[in-house]
């Protein structure tokens, strides 16, 4: 089965300008995740969508971070505007509901985004 | 989410078999230990979970205390390519609690020819 894929692998923007980051999960996975790593430190849990619905966005940075999984199938995290502090790798991930291998996070290669 | 405390790396040799520790002294009845683990370049992968007894799978496996304080994930016979930063996770599944996996530092494993 093809695994979950993110888009762009790389992205170099200029501090305040827009980048939108693609996530498309594993079919028929109804759980999606985001998860950064910045600055060298430990991967973070940013949100966690069920289909379309957000069931835990305690992760989220500030409300310049907007992430959506419209009709439930791929995921776009936005970032506006982009800071300094926001370079780093971001990792999606998506899983099961329900399954014996519901436990399973099935993550993306990441996209890895510079701020300059 | 109870914490979790292991080694910052170790190292083995090509064909030998690696024993991971992991500490969790707080976990709680309904947590579960996860083992991811990260190979340069690329995304956390599953490897590995259970909750009291002990787990076999193709890739690992997973050796859990009794009192369930510690584990210990086990390489059978380490290749050059299971060098990689491993993560011990602890993870609610009691209902209605949230997926989220929290990462810690993790053990970065090298492996000698």
Redesign the interface.
Known sequence: EAG?TQFPSHSVIEKGQTVTLRCDPISGHD?L?W?RRVMGK????LL?FVKESK??E??MPNNRFLAERTGGTYSTLKVQPAELEDSGVY?C?S?LRRGRRY????????TRLTVL | DAKTTQPNSMESNEEEPVHLPCNHSTISGTDYIHWYRQLPSQGPEYVIHGLTSNVNNRMASLAIAEDRKSSTLILHRATLRDAAVYYCILRDVNGGATNKLIFGTGTLLAVQP
């Open positions: 979950v759980n995740y998860y430990e991967i973070k849990f966690h069931q835990d305690s992760g990792f991930a899983s436990n399973e996070q099935f993550f993306g290669p990441g």
